[in-house]
């Protein structure tokens, strides 16, 4: 007898208070890699001020280090940030290239950032991907093909720089260009 | 092109639907174009492990983060974290938080016309034991007039937010406390179609654990999605 998952309800519009502690890009902790810049958007295309973000990658050899000796004092873990978007619903985060990351025994996913998304307003959580559009490994992964083809080019960043290591990605709850989002 | 293992969705009701038109702020956040069904790799199988470097010990108690102590009932929350057999999730960083006891939070959008508690931020975290036990110290949050509709309040509530053994597992919500009158008019509380799931949220006052001439207890048990029985190790490349 399986029991019922525990119903989730909104993060609200005070989350800070108690999330806060853990917020912050990476980048803060001398990581160099690739910056990703964004917004969170409604349905009006109007900025999300009070949206969390959660991160989960990949480190450059493809693993997923789990943080097993846990957290440092600030709360670190490898692979793992939290970031509050700010009045514009911009955020921005720098991470180390994730690298492929295991599919099944013989094939591998392209380099992706599991993005959880939380506001005021979202009942439940979502949950999202991130895929960087310089991979070659792109066109074989499993997750992002099996995306319809029209709604794909929402889960990838978007260069703004020749080097490739500044990019673009903004998070659409709804309409136009909304977001692909896993149903859980 | 392989087919991709997906993550079976809950059950029906149980969970509150992203667009629920009662919660105003719904309307306009939550998306409407299908959802794709959530992979199941290594990618939400595994997720961060927090362990003791980020909980102090006085963390979970909320009464004691400040010169003096804050107006309010003192309450003691507690209870078990479980994956979906029953089994309990050790270590699994539960973190909360709350409006005092005017119903006012710490917080600069919170314009309501109650006052602040200088000896209350609303803050608390803390990680299960190895029975998957929590317990942490607080006062009654207040109910809080909000804008959602006319005259709409919400019902005395703490926020839960809780890392389980992968992202999967990933859960935020809110606990109630029984016999408010509020409950059955918030639409926040009322998302979750499943009358039992709802109940679910609603502490159980514990006089067994509470202590005497000190603090009342109420006990709050939470299910995490997935199974511990499923190990997350790293799968061989």
């Known amino acids: ?48 001020p009070d949206a969390m973000l959660e991160l989960w990658y990949a480190d450059p050899q493809g693993h997923f280090v789990a943080g097993s000796q846990g957290a440092d004092r600030n709360g670190r873990v490898p692979g793992f940030a939290r970031i509050a978007t700010g009045d514009e619903g911009q955020f921005s985060f720098t991470v180390p290239r994730p690298g492929p990351v295991a599919f099944d025994k013989t094939r591998l996913q392209a380099p992706h950032i599991e993005v959880m998304v939380f506001a005021r307003g979202l009942l439940r959580h979502l949950i999202t991907r991130m895929y960087f559009p310089d991979e070659a490994a792109n066109i074989a992964d499993p997750v992002l093909q099996s995306i319809p083809g029209d709604r794909r080019a929402t889960l990838m960043a978007r260069r703004v720089s020749s080097s490739g290591e500044s990019l673009e990605w903004n998070i659409v709850l709804q309409g136009e260009g909304e977001t692909v989002f896993f149903a859980w | ?59 979970n108690d909320l009464t004691a983060q400040h010169a003096g102590e804050p107006i309010g009932e003192r309450i003691l929350v507690h209870g078990r974290v479980l994956d979906e057999d029953g089994h309990p999730v050790r270590s699994a960083l539960v973190e909360v938080w709350q409006a005092n006891a005017a119903g006012r939070y710490h917080h600069r959008v919170d314009q309501h016309h109650a006052p602040l508690d ?42 839960f937010s809780l890392f389980g053994a992968g992202i999967l597992s990933r859960l935020v919500t809110q606990m109630y406390f029984p016999g408010d009158p509020l409950q059955p008019f918030d639409p926040i509380f009322n998302s979750i179609a499943d009358e039992a799931a709802r109940n679910r949220l609603i502490s159980k006052f514990d006089l067994a654990a509470s202590e005497p001439d000190y603090a009342l207890a109420f006990s709050f048990d939470i299910v995490l999605r997935g199974s511990m029985d499923t190990p997350f190790e790293a799968v061989p490349r």
């Not at chain 2, 149980?14 to 299908?34: A, E, G, M, N, W």
């Open chain 2, 118 to 159: 200088p000896n209350f931020t609303g803050c608390g975290r803390m990680l299960t034991d190895g029975n998957g036990y929590y317990r942490f110290k607080s006062i009654k949050p207040g109910a809080y007039p909000w804008k959602n509709h006319h005259n709409a309040w919400r019902p005395a509530h703490i926020h």
């Open chain 2, 1 to 59: 092109m392989p087919t991709v293992p997906v993550v079976e969705t809950a059950a029906p009701g149980t969970q509150p639907d992203f667009h629920f038109p009662p919660y105003v702020s719904s309307i306009l956040r939550s998306p409407r174009k299908p959802l794709a069904m959530l992979p199941y790799t290594t990618s939400e199988r595994t997720g961060p492990v927090f362990g003791h470097g980020i909980v102090a010990a006085h963390d």
């Open chain 1, 1 to 48: 007898m399986k029991l019922v998952p525990t119903a989730s309800q909104t993060v609200g519009p005070y989350f800070r208070i108690g999330l806060e502690y853990l917020c912050g890009s990476p980048e803060s902790n001398g990581t160099t890699g690739t910056t990703v810049r964004g917004r969170v958007l409604d349905a009006n295309r109007e900025p999300v």
